[in-house]
């Protein structure tokens, strides 16, 4: 864990796909590390409150526990200094090269929200089926990918952390939740709590390509581009 920098970039990614859409989308909290300690606090203090020991997860949102859902998304609405960003992508683009695909895709997605300096800190949630050499792998190739187009003599990436089980990451969870009220807006057939959600993140969504406009956005969603070797590398 980084100690006594608390301007170090700090990266909480998930994803998620949404049941017979022909997307998938990519989201991550990204703020400082060291508001990553406050959001981290927030959270556990609403934790002890509402007596939740359970793991935080937007498959989980019911009637029972909406309060305490309501409370984890205004720790993130109301903090001026944490973005979330989200990518959507073809489910072809990762269908069709399978395991592959899908660090093709992520690697796309951390080039994009990772920003070009030194010394980040992004965690991912684990899946078991994904070999860590993968998750090694795409570390290391963005890392000498900014190194080749952005000159950094450092690490972009300081440490790629995969975690295995989500429901020990307040952060992830976090980011699941607000991923999963992100999509839902699409899918009319959600439960009332969770439209409840929906519609309160609804209005801090802003859609571009623009990468200036996006980057200001509260939650900034834009699609994945699917490589080119015309393009001018990340």
Not at 44 to 49: C, H, Q
Request: glycine share 6%; charged share 25%.
């Amino acid at each position: 864990m980084p100690t006594g920098f608390p301007y170090v970039p700090a990266i909480f990614c998930d994803e998620t796909g949404m049941h017979g859409s022909p997307y998938i989308y990519l989201g991550c909290l990204r703020c400082s590390y060291r508001r990553s300690e406050i959001i981290r606090e927030k959270l556990a203090s609403i934790r002890t409150k509402e007596k939740l020991t359970a793991e935080m997860k937007w498959t989980k949102v019911s009637r029972k526990f909406l309060n305490a859902y309501q409370e984890w998304v205004e720790v993130f609405l109301g903090d001026k200094a944490c973005r979330f960003l989200v990518m959507r992508a073809p489910r072809s683009s990762i269908s069709r090269r399978r395991e592959e695909g899908f660090f093709n895709v992520y690697r796309h997605f951390l080039m994009r929200v990772v920003p070009p300096r030194t010394g980040c800190y992004v965690w991912v949630d684990g899946v078991s089926l994904r070999r860590r050499s993968r998750w090694a792998g795409l570390w290391y190739r963005i890392n000498k990918s900014r190194r080749g187009s952005w000159g950094l003599e450092g690490r972009n990436i300081y440490k790629l952390n995969v975690v295995e089980e989500s429901r020990s990451n307040d952060l992830i969870q976090l980011t699941d939740v607000l991923l999963g009220a992100i999509t839902a807006s699409a899918d009319g057939s959600i439960a009332e709590p969770k439209r409840c959600l929906a519609n309160r993140v609804a209005s801090h969504v802003t859609e571009t390509l623009d990468t200036h406009r996006g980057y200001s956005a509260k939650i900034w969603l834009f699609d994945y581009q699917e490589p080119s070797s015309s393009r001018r590398p990340q």
